[in-house]
Structure formats: structure tokens, C-alpha cells
């Protein structure tokens, strides 16, 4: 880790090809920002996205990457840091690929409480297959699959993580920088599954949750007298659909890490003796 690195230092030189005012450009950069500020270089760095709008994201910043399969971001997020924990492992993805195919994913993950961050751009829409409802489009929202308005009310992701076990449960917005970069940061140091969920305005698709309709509706948690560390209190926020918070609404203090728990510490590329001969008979037969 170094305390010289600028969030320049994570851009890569690849143009991003999102639309103008496309949300996911803040989120990226507030991504860039906490990396470079929590004392990480793009050479410690692994950042693994899955399919969408923010699937990009892995070619625009420059660190290790992969850009996955659909809604299977974090099942590689966890393979990498069990298997090299003195990586930081950054997982981002969309509400398509996080709380649909991803779902299940997305559960096991929490519950495991794998120290990596997961930062989901949510834009409440498929952008990147041109405008479908997507697992959280608000209940009667009309797009090219549903004409009609969407039947189903929306996935509460928050709700989720909560009852999987989560220890960080945050919210953001791309639009506020400052405030997406301090969340971010506190996820990466966060002892666990740091879960940060943005709203990430789609300017194309969706003129419903737009930024003004954010920049109206948002309550910033710490204006309030929201307690992070009560279940209780975050519950209450997590299950009230009626507002929308930015904030930590869940952190449990005394989180203990997957691999903490289970003693997982070492790279195990580092091998002393060479993979077993059957590993290697088994790389070579699918080489």
C-alpha cells in the first residue's frame, strides 16, 4: 500500500462509452477516490464487475480485473480474496446483475461476511439492453417489457443483506461525490462485507428516478438521529419505503471477517512444494 497514490493513478486509458450524465461515471470515480485515499495502489487492487452498464467499469480503471459473467461477480470477488487476502478486492456491479441472476450470490456473499466491498450502481432499469424493468423499478413503472407498469414492488437489496447476516449496509448517491467517496472508504476499511448500494441515475431509460428527483427525496442519514450500530434503528430505515436514505444504515462494530475466522491468511499461490501432480495432470488435460 502507498500513501502516494492519486485517484489518477486507478484511470486507465480507456475512454468510458457511458452515456453522457450517466450516473455510474461518479460512482466510478468516488471508487478511485476511496481506493487511493484508504492507502491502496492499482498494483494491491483487484476489481471484478459483472454484466451491464457496470461491467465496464473493470477495463476503466486500472488495476487487476475481470470482467465476469452475469450476476457471477461475487462468487470470483470471493475466490480472489481467499486465495490472496492481502488483495483488496472491489466488486461492482448493477441492480440487473446484483439482485436477479446475482441474487443468490449476493445472499452467500453477505453471510459469509468475505472481507471485500461491493458497490452496486443502481439505475432501477436495464440501461445497457435498452431499457427494461429491472428487479428494483419502482411498482407500475412503464418500460418496452412492461406497457402496462411493472406488477411486482421492488427488491429491497438493503432488506436482504440485512437479514443475511450483514455487518456494513450503506447508500449513496453518484451525484454527491464527497459523501460517495466516504462512504466507499468506509466499506474498504470496514472489517467484512463492505455493502454500498448507489443510486446511479440512468439518464437514457429511466426519467422517473432521475437526479433532481434524488436531489428532492434523499435524507441524509447523518442529519438525523440514526444510530448505524442499532438493529433495531436500521431495520426501521432499511424496511421504510418511503424515503430515500444516503448514509451507513447498518455497521456492526464487533465484525468478525471470513477469513479472520477461519484462519485464511496466507497467498496460496505460494505453494512451497508446486502444485500436487494431479492439479497439474488436470491443467494440463483442459489446456
Known amino acids: 500500500m502507498s500513501s502516494d497514490t492519486h485517484f489518477t493513478d486507478f484511470k486507465s ?4 462509452t457511458w452515456c453522457p450524465g450517466c450516473g455510474d461515471f461518479g460512482t466510478m470515480n468516488g471508487m478511485m477516490k476511496a481506493l487511493a485515499e484508504t492507502g491502496n495502489d492499482p498494483d494491491n ?11 465496464k467499469i473493470g477495463t476503466y480503471m486500472h488495476s487487476y480485473a475481470l470482467h465476469g459473467v452475469h450476476g457471477r461477480a461475487l462468487p470470483v470477488g470471493t475466490g480472489v480474496k481467499l486465495a490472496n487476502p492481502d488483495l483488496e478486492v472491489m466488486v461492482a456491479g448493477g441492480d440487473g446483475d446484483g439482485y436477479s441472476i ?33 428487479p428494483t423499478s419502482r411498482q407500475g413503472f412503464e418500460t418496452s417489457t412492461s406497457p402496462d407498469g411493472t406488477v411486482e414492488p421492488p427488491v429491497n437489496p ?17 451525484s454527491d461525490s464527497q459523501r460517495h467517496t466516504e ?12 455493502f454500498v448500494n448507489v443510486y446511479s441515475p440512468c439518464v437514457t431509460f429511466n426519467d422517473v428516478d432521475t437526479y433532481d428527483y434524488f436531489r428532492d427525496a434523499i435524507v441524509n442519514l447523518d442529519e438525523t438521529d440514526h444510530d448505524p450500530t442499532n438493529y433495531q434503528s436500521a431495520r426501521d430505515k432499511i424496511m421504510d419505503p418511503s424515503t430515500e ?30 502444485a500436487p501432480e494431479r492439479a497439474d495432470r488436470l491443467v494440463r488435460e483442459f489446456y
Open 245 to 274: 436514505h444516503i448514509g451507513i444504515l447498518y455497521q456492526n462494530e464487533e465484525s468478525v471477517p471470513f477469513s479472520d475466522r477461519e484462519g485464511i491468511d496466507a497467498n496460496m499461490a505460494d505453494i512451497p512444494d508446486g
Open 102 to 134: 446475482g441474487v443468490g450470490h449476493f445472499i452467500h456473499a453477505v453471510r459469509r461476511n468475505i472481507d471485500i466491498t461491493y458497490v452496486v450502481m443502481d439505475n432501477r432499469i436495464y440501461g445497457l439492453t435498452k431499457g427494461q424493468a429491472s
Open 45 to 55: 487492487t483487484f476489481v471484478v464487475a459483472g454484466i451491464g452498464c457496470s461491467g
Open 13 to 16: 486509458d480507456k475512454q468510458p
Open 183 to 194: 462512504l466507499v472508504k468506509q466499506a474498504i476499511e470496514h472489517d467484512g462485507f463492505g
Open 158 to 174: 438493503q432488506a436482504l443483506a440485512l437479514a443475511a447476516g450483514g455487518t456494513f449496509i450503506a447508500q449513496s448517491f453518484s
